[in-house]
């Protein structure tokens, strides 16, 4: 008898949640299994009939665009009673369902797994009374779960992100942009609470990405001169030309004593102590609706698609569906429930630092990284042995170059150093464009798109070198921090190599990562490259829309030269039949295959067919090409477009990751800068997020051909992609939960 999972989204909705069902039941049916969705929570299996119906293949097109969750959510009281889940468990059996994936919060988790436990008991009780046969308890005598978190909150100890905090972010960013615009017109002061009982995160990271002023968490209450310290903080920064305050508070704040700190309290410091006409702004429900960041719909892609591995396995105690380093890992469910309340009950004992422990040290590092740049002081005086620093990109364009360059030249000034522009890249910096920048002079750059210092692709030549060294002697600088792409690495090992002719190159130099190809060594993500998806995702969400009238194949090009970060992560959060990639090629065998089943998957009723290309995934197959001969064998049974995305995956608003990843990466070169400074070093690296790798490591790193790290991380996607996109039974890549057959025969709809 085919194996049976049931799926259910329970507790607070969350974005992403119906790209995690999505996956769920095409990986199930790929897999071999059915896949039943229970509908409204818990409710459902409680009432069971038509409120558990069996999902199919096109039951799950087209919704991962959309936010909340398409089988619906509620919290269910009939379930907390030991009779509520009794029910369930019969509806379930009667079903033929004894593997359980739930997407919820903490409490969901909870209540799945007293139902794992209580089960057998349930079957022994339904069988003696005669409600289910003894064929029934035997062949679901157990019940196998596993859980994904669907959180806006980011409160789950043991996974790095949940299912719809990320677009829960981009929410609140956008939020605090246009209060931002507002507020500095008539320089106002706002007072932001976002959403958090337990939890500060969503606080502290769009405090980050908004350039708030002032944040305020529960597991880190604030000192008693709280309002004292706020005041001076803010007054510092208008002090510096900034025309705005906003200072953000998560719902759960409280002081020392354990007493409410409310968005009105912060209002009423404001105009106590600094005579301020603050405005609160509650987000409330904005947070958790709107369309799934690009994050949120490929991640819970693949986590849901490793969730159904997890069950069919079932054969280990139940674990929690985390991703860890953007891969899906594995622990002990009510292990990462029972350290996630633990965190409430710190914050509830008073013991603050053992609560931000427990978040975890990158939430540490950020929580410390917001207070050195928002408490940064503006009129600090340069040290006495001040040093000079110059700040420069290279390579390409990407969304949060200016966000990364603010932080350097804040933090840098914070601790007394002399902070130099250098305008227009290398060129710029040998022609001596160099301009001394102050706190004020990068205000408001941290939401900007472009970089307002200019970049170039430009490596400085050979011959260039004499000229180089010259202007980094007479400029005075004694350090360099490049924020760029992969020509910034390429200038690095450039300028180490020649550093014993032209002893001006010895000096500190650190290569920052910004690229939206997301071709760089040493990290999984460089800043720009989630702008350039989340622009990637929406413009294929339109395209997609603008086909809805009629039969259409399109054919998607995006950028990322000869990586295919971009297009592949697009094709997983948008669903794509087909990728095609640098690092795969082209070859006719693959599009006659490809052709031959998008012709069939039209003739058997479907409507829309959607392959994504890497710009330079072949220079013969091009995307025009493509588009020629998938209409050509279309015989003119549907029409077929081809898109080139272009520029606009360069351009807009970085995206909350983007402006937070920034500042992370920023405050690593700025605090290795100044040992290297202190000690008098001068070390040539390039920043990680582990930490800092000399130039030398490139080679073992880089395909410098290729121009990409010999490593890609999110290849790991493309079975991901296959299994959810194929006919079932028929999927082929390797690492894919079947393995088997090869031929694409359908498409989604
Ligand atoms: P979340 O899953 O978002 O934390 P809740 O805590 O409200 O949200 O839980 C959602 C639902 O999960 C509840 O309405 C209930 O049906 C079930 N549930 C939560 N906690 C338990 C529990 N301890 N025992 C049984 N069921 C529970």
Redesign the pocket.
Do not use: I, N, V
């Given at each position: 008898m085919t194996v049976r999972i049931g799926v259910l989204t329970?507790?607070?909705d969350a974005q992403g949640m119906n790209a995690a069902v999505r996956a769920v039941v095409r990986a199930g049916i790929q897999a071999g299994a059915e896949v039943f969705g229970i509908h409204e929570?818990?409710?459902g299996a409680v009432d069971g009939g038509d409120q558990i119906r069996r999902l199919e293949w096109d039951d799950v097109g087209n919704v991962l665009a959309r936010g909340g969750t398409v089988i619906g959510?509620?919290?269910?009281?009939?379930?907390?009673?030991r009779d509520?889940?009794k029910r369930a468990a019969l509806n379930l059996i009667t079903h033929g369902i004894d593997r359980i994936i739930v997407i919820?919060?903490?409490?969901?988790?909870?209540?799945?797994d007293?139902?794992r436990e209580e089960w057998p008991a349930f079957v022994a009780e339904l069988a003696d009374a005669g409600e289910i046969t003894a064929e029934q308890a035997e062949r679901h005598a157990q019940l196998v779960i596993a859980g994904l978190v669907?959180?806006i909150d980011n409160d789950m100890v043991g996974t790095d992100m949940t299912i719809g905090t990320d677009s829960a972010l981009h929410r609140i960013t956008e939020a605090i942009d246009a209060i931002s615009s507002t507020a500095a017109s008539h320089q106002r002061s706002f007072v932001v609470e976002v959403m958090g009982r337990h939890c500060g995160y969503l606080a502290v990271m769009s405090a980050i990405a908004g350039a708030a002023d002032y944040v305020l968490i529960p597991e880190s209450p604030p000192a008693d001169d709280w309002k004292q310290h706020m005041s001076h903080v803010l007054r510092q920064s208008r002090r510096a030309g900034r025309r705005t305050s906003i200072v953000v508070i998560a719902e759960g704040t409280q002081d020392r004593q354990g007493n409410p700190i409310t968005p009105e309290d912060v209002r009423v410091v404001l105009a106590d102590e600094m005579g301020e006409d603050a405005r609160v702004t509650i987000l409330g429900h904005v947070q958790r609706g709107g369309t799934p960041s690009a994050y949120d719909r490929w991640m819970a892609t693949m986590l849901g698609h490793a969730a159904v591995g997890e069950v069919l396995r079932g054969d280990r105690e139940p674990q929690l569906v985390a991703v860890r380093g953007n891969r899906p890992t594995f622990m002990p469910l009510m292990e990462a429930v029972a350290a996630t309340r633990r965190v409430a009950s710190l914050i509830e004992e008073g013991r603050y630092d053992e609560a931000m422990a427990a978040r975890g040290r990158s939430f540490v590092q950020m929580t410390q990284a917001f207070h050195q740049l928002s408490e940064a002081r503006p009129d600090a005086e340069p040290l006495e042995d001040c040093r000079q620093i110059g700040v420069l990109h290279c390579g390409g364009l990407a969304p949060g170059m200016n966000a990364t360059a603010a932080a350097v030249i804040r933090l840098g000034i914070d601790r007394g150093h002399e902070m130099f522009g250098v305008h227009g890249g290398f060129p710029g910096l040998i022609d001596g464009d160099i301009r001394r920048l102050g706190w004020g002079d990068v205000e408001g750059w941290t939401a900007s798109g472009g970089a307002n210092l200019g970049t170039r692709r430009t490596i400085p030549t050979e011959e260039d070198l004499y000229a180089l060294s010259r202007s980094i002697e007479t400029s005075g600088l004694d350090a360099l921090i490049i924020i760029g792409g992969f020509n910034a690495y390429r200038a690095l090992t450039l300028i180490h190599a020649e550093r014993k002719r032209f002893p001006a190159l010895r000096l500190p130099i650190v290569v920052v990562p910004c690229s939206i190809d997301n071709n760089l060594p040493g990290l999984q993500m460089a800043v720009g490259a989630d702008t350039a998806l989340n622009v990637a995702v929406s413009s294929v969400d339109l395209i997609k829309m603008s086909a809805s009238a009629a039969k259409r194949a399109f054919v998607v090009e995006t950028m990322g030269r000869h990586c295919g970060f971009l297009t592949l992560t697009t094709g997983v959060a948008v669903g794509a039949e087909r990728v095609y990639l640098h690092e795969d090629g082209i070859t006719i065998a693959d599009l006659k295959t490809d052709i031959d089943a998008m012709v069939e998957g039209f003739r058997s009723g479907r409507s829309f067919y959607l392959a994504i290309r890497n710009e330079e995934a072949s220079p013969f197959y091009t995307t025009d090409l493509i588009t020629r001969m998938f209409e050509a064998e279309g015989r003119g049974e549907f029409s077929v477009r081809g898109s080139v995305l272009g520029h606009v995956q360069q351009g807009g608003a970085p995206s909350p990751f983007d402006r937070i990843n920034g500042v992370r990466l920023a405050s690593q070169a700025m605090q290795w800068v100044t040992e290297q400074l202190a000690s008098g070093a001068d070390q040539h690296v390039f920043v990680t997020p582990d930490g800092m790798r000399d130039v030398r490591d490139l080679d073992e790193l880089v395909d410098w051909q290729a121009r990409r790290p010999l490593e890609q991380w999110w290849l790991d996607l493309k079975p991901v992609l296959h299994d959810l996109t194929r006919t079932p039974g028929v999927a082929s890549a390797p690492g894919s939960l079947t393995g088997r057959g090869a031929r694409p025969t359908t498409m989604e709809r």
């Open positions: 329970s507790g607070g929570g818990w409710q959510t509620a919290r269910c009281a009939a379930f907390r009673e509520g889940r919820g919060g903490d409490g969901s988790l909870t209540g799945t007293r139902l669907g959180s």
